[in-house]
């Protein structure tokens, strides 16, 4: 399998790239790629690109950017605001959320998180992963964590907001969206820490004017779970599950993927 | 928070039980409780139960039964089967799958499953510890791994069959689901491994009578991804998430868990 690249630099025809050490080692140790490899490529705004492997040297490994393989499309708007939860279950967050699309990675300190401090960095790394293997043209957006408080305060009042309400409070998932015109308005999806929203931050985020509570079913979800379910019934009801799937290239063969 | 245990016992008013030595450590050791402590027991065709610690010793803890807390309830009739794959992520495959109320787990072995061996008893302890903390009546049974060929020969006729087909070939999973009665039939999800689904296989899946192949968005997603959407979709769509979400117990706040 061609490895794929995320790069932070313009990709253009003709442009030599070197990669950082990470890259380097990736590509030259763990792959063991020789001059000539062919790899793709994608840095979030100039579509996909296919590359190959100019030199290998104990320092630097430089790829040359050969010609476009994709175009950058357009993506859905879709922010994931989540209290942070612990750290494996953090990875598995950031994974899974960039697989299904979400456009921002946004934590939210709410009254009852129980976690302080968030490796921003780490969910960088895991959202770029994710990316590079679910063919994504972009990798979402890592956001400082704020306050429910200031969240609420600075929201953009044309975004909705799906808010995964296991108060009971909502109404069921598919029936919610299932009413609403799909996605040509910004979105975001809201979910709680372990010990649920606050009854005062309920009523904060439903003053909000374009919020939509639901609820996922009668069993109780983990938090990351809860993402999950969210964002993938958003995406089949209201976001980009919905145009016709794109044939796997160059096979008949169903191509999941898996580490 | 009350611990919930899985016992595989009949449960009624007045009844003891005695704990295995797993379950009798946890009790004991980890949470230290002593007698007189609650805690809710459920069996998977009982309902739920409260119960009290009457004994802890060195070596048993017994529980004395006391009144019936939940009625047990119909659940949906969903099949999971998927190509097993690496260790870490079956054990979230389990938990998944049991937190979205999968009401089987059928490992499949197909012609690109890389992983020979499946770890049953870790996959049933997986589905307990999830059917415990996601306050299900019920832990999903676990199947012996059978190959593709002989899922297929035996296949009921009238079980419905989700197949999550990224050869393309399939319609978007929400306008298929939509399309259809709610779940007064049984259903199954199927799924691949790593390498997808051969050809052949697909051909072979799609001779069934009642199946739905579907399409899980643009980007690729892995095998475990793919299990964790496809359940959730159906249960918004079909299954039990179509109800009005039910009132969180004794609190306005919402529920999520998380461990």
């Given at each position: 399998?061609?490895?794929?690249?995320?790069i932070?630099v313009p990709?253009s025809a003709g442009t030599?790239v070197?990669?950082?050490?990470?890259?380097?080692?990736?590509?030259?140790?763990?792959l063991?790629?020789?001059?000539?490899?062919?790899?793709?490529?994608?840095?979030?705004h100039?579509?996909?690109?296919?590359g190959?492997?100019?030199?290998?040297?104990k320092?630097a490994?430089?790829l040359r950017?050969?010609s476009q393989?994709?175009?950058?499309?357009r993506?859905p708007?879709?922010?994931?605001?989540?209290?942070?939860v612990k750290?494996?279950?953090?990875d598995?967050?950031?994974e899974k959320?960039?697989?299904?699309?979400?456009?921002?990675?946004?934590?939210?300190?709410?009254?009852?998180?129980?976690?302080t401090?968030?490796?921003?960095?780490?969910?960088?790394?895991?959202?770029?992963e994710a990316?590079?293997?679910t063919?994504?043209?972009?990798?979402?957006e890592?956001?400082?964590?704020?306050?429910?408080?200031?969240l609420?305060?600075?929201?953009?009042?044309d975004?909705?907001l799906l808010?995964?309400d296991e108060?009971?409070?909502?109404a069921p998932i598919a029936?919610c969206l299932?009413?609403?015109?799909?996605?040509?308005?910004p979105?975001?999806?809201?979910?709680?820490?372990?010990?649920g929203f606050a009854r005062?931050?309920?009523?904060a985020?439903?003053?909000l004017?374009?919020?939509?509570?639901?609820g996922?079913?009668?069993r109780?979800?983990?938090?990351d779970t809860?993402?999950v379910?969210?964002?993938?019934?958003?995406?089949?009801?209201?976001?980009?599950?919905?145009d016709?799937?794109?044939?796997?290239?160059?096979?008949?063969?169903?191509?999941f993927?898996q580490?």
């Amino acid at each position: 399998m061609t490895p794929r690249l995320f790069i932070d630099v313009p990709l253009s025809a003709g442009t030599s790239v070197e990669l950082d050490a990470d890259r380097a080692h990736y590509l030259r140790d763990v792959l063991r790629l020789a001059a000539g490899a062919t790899v793709l490529l994608f840095n979030g705004h100039d579509g996909e690109w296919r590359g190959a492997i100019e030199s290998v040297g104990k320092r630097a490994v430089t790829l040359r950017v050969d010609s476009q393989t994709r175009p950058q499309e357009r993506e859905p708007d879709l922010w994931l605001c989540f209290a942070p939860v612990k750290k494996a279950r953090l990875d598995f967050i950031a994974e899974k959320a960039t697989e299904l699309g979400a456009s921002v990675l946004q934590p939210v300190m709410t009254k009852h998180t129980a976690v302080t401090r968030v490796n921003l960095g780490r969910l960088r790394a895991n959202a770029i992963e994710a990316a590079e293997q679910t063919e994504r043209l972009t990798v979402p957006e890592i956001r400082e964590p704020v306050t429910l408080e200031r969240l609420i305060a600075a929201w953009p009042r044309d975004r909705h907001l799906l808010l995964a309400d296991e108060s009971g409070g909502g109404a069921p998932i598919a029936q919610c969206l299932g009413g609403l015109e799909p996605a040509a308005a910004p979105w975001a999806v809201l979910t709680g820490p372990e010990g649920g929203f606050a009854r005062e931050e309920l009523d904060a985020i439903g003053s909000l004017p374009n919020v939509h509570p639901v609820g996922l079913g009668p069993r109780i979800l983990r938090a990351d779970t809860a993402i999950v379910a969210a964002l993938a019934v958003w995406q089949a009801v209201l976001g980009d599950w919905r145009d016709a799937p794109r044939q796997a290239a160059g096979s008949h063969e169903s191509a999941f993927t898996q580490p």
